[in-house]
């Protein structure tokens, strides 16, 4: 077999492209490449086929999508000494290609990624808004036959999501409590405004610090463990054995973790702002000689009920928010083990991003408020 070879030379505005050797799969391997040297976009075009050995459908469509790819489809080229054969093998690969020739012009690609994420981002919205009516409509069903709600799945539910999360979040509060009054009482030391480190701290915890890591917490613990159990469940057609048995899984899954997060997401919050201000009131009695009843009487005057209330009235939104995205991911899992996986990530982070978004803006709301 005689090596393929591609060569491009240029007649004045016309571009000569000669082939030689046998274009056919099995010399695959040797097939040429566009000469670099060749950039220039002429007015007319001839591919010339006078020294071509032999041609089979695999090397058409590779010396087709060569040209194609350097905005020279086949409809632009005028044939010049192919045999019949060759001929009609070329301009049949040609009609029916998968490949196109690409639009001249220079890429978008921002554009085209831009566009698919406002794709999914729509039918993301889509799919959120018909869960919010399916679940509307349960509530308002069981509202009418109070006999549908699941007492003994929501207890159980709030088992998991608040009493077993109790330590956890004492703990994290605690230490972030003493690490923030360490880090904010060393400054204050330098100018004596050591009393003040107990107005930052409490105001900080109540009112931002806490919700918002609390929440974050939940979605990474309990969001996750939320995907994880529809998933599962999904994949193991228990779903499908819960219609057939004449039970909705909105009334018996999806409503009791949603009432769940929502009731336990204050009492998580309050928690966490308990242990925070202790945190902060052991480390200011032995870093700044402020002592617990000093700084329980500052408290007092630094933050007013307006603030705590403030934070606890996120909680709740915050809860609505991460059940809904647990529940709307753990229900499009794909019958797979990896897609759970996948819906166990995207829970997490999307949850973590709604609820960081949500606070900000609530914070620049009530800032414009006045509040």
């Known amino acids: 077999m005689i090596v393929p070879s ?17 274009w056919r799969l099995q010399q695959a391997g040797q097939w040429p490449v566009w000469p670099e040297s060749a950039s220039r976009r002429p007015s007319s075009a001839v591919l010339d086929g006078s020294q071509l050995a032999s041609l089979d459908p695999s090397g058409a469509w590779w010396l087709l999508d060569l040209l194609g790819r350097h905005g020279l489809p086949v409809n632009r080229l005028a ?11 070329l301009t049949l690969v040609g009609q029916h290609a998968v ?7 220079r890429e978008r690609a921002w554009v085209l990624a831009l566009g698919r ?4 981002l729509a039918g993301h919205a889509g799919d959120s808004l018909r869960m919010i009516g399916h679940i509307s409509e349960e509530m308002l069903g069981m509202l009418r036959h109070p006999g549908r709600f699941r007492l003994k799945e929501t207890f159980a539910q709030f088992d998991a999501v608040f009493v077993q999360a109790i330590a956890l979040v004492s703990l994290m509060m605690f230490l972030l409590g003493v690490v923030f009054t360490y880090l904010l009482g060393r400054q ?9 480190v107990v107005d930052g701290t409490t105001l900080a915890t109540c009112r931002e610090l806490s919700p918002v890591l609390v929440a974050i917490l939940v979605a990474g613990r309990s969001g996750s463990a939320i995907t994880a159990q529809l998933g599962t469940m999904k994949f193991d057609e228990e779903l499908d054995a819960l219609r057939v048995l004449g039970l ?8 009791p973790r949603l009432l769940a997060l929502i009731v336990a997401m204050p009492l998580l919050v309050f928690i966490g702002d308990l242990a925070g201000i202790a945190g902060s009131m052991l480390i200011a009695n032995l870093q700044l000689a402020i002592p617990p009843s000093m700084f329980i009487d500052r408290i007092d005057t630094a933050i007013d009920p307006g603030t705590v209330i403030t934070g606890l009235a996120k909680a709740p939104l915050f809860g609505i928010f991460i059940g809904l995205i647990a529940c709307h991911t753990g229900l499009k899992v794909e019958r797979n083990a990896r897609s759970i996986g996948l819906s166990t990530t995207a829970t997490v982070v999307e949850s973590i991003v709604a609820v960081i978004l949500l606070n900000a803006i609530i914070a620049v709301s009530l800032s414009w408020l006045n509040l």
Request: hydrophobic share 45%; proline share 5%; glycine share 10%.
């Open 188 to 196: 204050a030391m330098q100018y004596g405004a050591s009393i003040y």
């Open 117 to 120: 994420f406002s794709h999914r």
């Open 248 to 255: 909705s899984p909105w009334t018996v899954l999806i409503i």
């Open 99 to 105: 490949r196109g020739a690409p639009k001249r012009g």
């Open 6 to 22: 591609l060569q491009v030379t240029l007649a004045g505005d016309t571009m000569v492209i000669a082939v030689a050797g046998d």
């Open 79 to 89: 044939l010049r000494g192919f045999s019949p054969a060759t001929s009609a093998i």
